[in-house]
């Protein structure tokens, strides 16, 4: 099991970018603690991508909730649990 992580941005670029450097070193920090698998921004920038591995929902939760874009209302996060059933050989470790 997995989690792809979309977020969404309630408001303008413009303010988003107020936030960027937080956000950023947020991240930063979930992949020191091995938290994420991979993140990027949408195209067109409307929001971004997490991936993320299996762990308790709340931790995840609470995880987001950290976030600097939704401490300051600038994005929110929809979580999708996905039971993975078949990956490359890159990505066989998600399987387990």
């Given at each position: 099991m997995?989690?792809?992580i979309i977020l969404m941005y309630t408001?303008?670029?413009?303010e988003v970018d107020r936030h960027a450097e937080a956000h950023l070193a947020w991240l930063r920090g979930q992949y020191a603690k091995d938290v994420f698998l991979l993140s990027g921004q949408q195209r067109p920038r409307l929001g971004g991508f997490i991936l993320a591995p299996a762990m308790d929902r709340?931790?995840?939760d609470a995880i987001l909730a950290s976030d600097p874009y939704v401490?300051?209302?600038v994005a929110e996060?929809?979580?999708i649990e996905v039971a993975v059933k078949f990956a490359n050989d890159a990505l066989k470790?998600?399987?387990g």
């Open positions: 997995i989690y792809a408001v303008s670029v413009d709340a931790s995840l401490r300051a209302g996060y929809q979580v470790f998600l399987l």
